[in-house]
């Protein structure tokens, strides 16, 4: 096994060596996923490189003022028109999150894994992982200083973000000593702490605020007050006008219920899918959990999908959550 510093020396190389890169992250990308994607696609523009940037789905509209955040390739909307040899994941547990964008990975293409994920099963040809960093982004804060590149405020503030989003606005256990070195740091470039935590963390769309009621209304709890969930069905969604983003710390609210241990969301879609999103206090290592059903993430943040109807789906998860406990 290589050490982290031998990591990032071969992608380093990797980057250097090669050039046409495609880079992307996971489906319904978040705040580390999006300034992660953004922070590769600028080194490779210092370096002169050519790339593509590509996710499944839209960015979410909070975070389309970072760098290029724009020229991310909706995959739904936007076809490339062809297939890339050299691809660079960023903030994917397994290769399955990268979703649809494999449909434009060449069949032999080499593939760069750069991930923090403790569930992450290594599948690139490189890797590059690091479960004790809060957030892809630091990792690759660690990379761009091994270049001789010039750190500015755009890219500092894409860096900011992905450390500010993974690590709840730096309130999570995961926020380390170099967390908050790093962060100093980027702030030193001109990054606006205060007004991407306002945009990011606390102003609330209305669609936003009006599915969070729907889904408080469902609010459960076990009988002995330590698992809490809710549940969001395409019914609330329509009626609220809201989108998959809108979604986004609804699981908290169930969490942070005093005696709680562990919280979670439900949602389920016309597919016949539900999507499950899991919380824990710090007892259960619900990343662990999630990958009973084929799901993975964090010990204390971790999230599946399970086919299947949400009245059936909701004991089975609650039932291993209690076996958990």
């Known amino acids: 096994m290589q050490t982290y510093e031998q990591e990032l020396q071969q992608v380093k190389s990797y980057l250097l060596e090669h050039d046409d890169y495609l880079v992307v992250s996971h489906v319904q990308p978040d705040g580390d996923a999006v300034s992660s994607t953004l922070a590769v696609g600028w080194l490779l523009s210092c ?3 050519k790339f593509t940037m590509i996710n499944e789905g839209p960015i979410p509209k909070r975070m389309r003022a970072l760098w290029h955040a724009e020229d991310i390739l909706n995959l ?3 076809q ?11 903030d994917c547990a397994d290769f399955a999150r990268v979703g649809y964008t494999q449909k434009v990975f060449a069949d032999h293409a080499s593939i760069v894994n750069i ?11 490189i890797n590059l992982v690091a479960p ?11 990379l761009l200083n091994l270049f001789d590149v010039n750190w500015d405020a755009e890219i500092a503030t894409a860096i900011y973000t992905g450390l500010l989003t993974d690590t709840g606005g730096f309130r999570y256990s995961n926020t380390s000593p170099k967390v908050m070195s790093i962060a100093s740091d980027l702030l030193s470039y001109g990054v606006n702490g205060p007004e991407i935590a306002e945009t990011l963390l606390e102003e609330m769309t209305l669609p936003q605020m009006k599915v969070l009621v729907q889904a408080l209304n469902t609010l459960s709890l076990s009988d002995d007050g330590k698992i809490a969930w809710v549940n969001v069905t395409p019914e609330h969604m329509e009626i609220c006008g809201a989108v998959s983003e809108d979604l986004e710390g609804i699981v908290n609210y169930p969490r942070n219920i005093q005696g709680v241990e562990v919280g ?3 949602k389920s879609l016309k597919s016949g899918v539900v999507k499950v999103s899991l919380r824990s206090a710090g007892k259960v290592d619900v990343a662990a959990l999630a990958q009973v059903f084929g799901g993975g993430g964090h010990v204390r943040a971790a999230g599946c999908s399970i086919e299947g109807e949400l009245h059936d789906i909701i004991p089975r998860v609650v039932e291993q959550v209690k076996l958990k406990l």
């Open 47 to 49: 370096l002169g490189k």
């Open 76 to 78: 739904s909307e936007q």
């Open 80 to 90: 490339p028109g062809r297939t890339f040899s050299h691809v660079i994941c960023v």
């Open 115 to 125: 991930d923090h994920h403790p569930t992450n099963d290594r599948y690139g040809a």
């Open 132 to 142: 004790e960093a809060a957030a892809t982004a630091e990792i690759l804060y660690d």
């Open 264 to 266: 979670i969301l439900f």
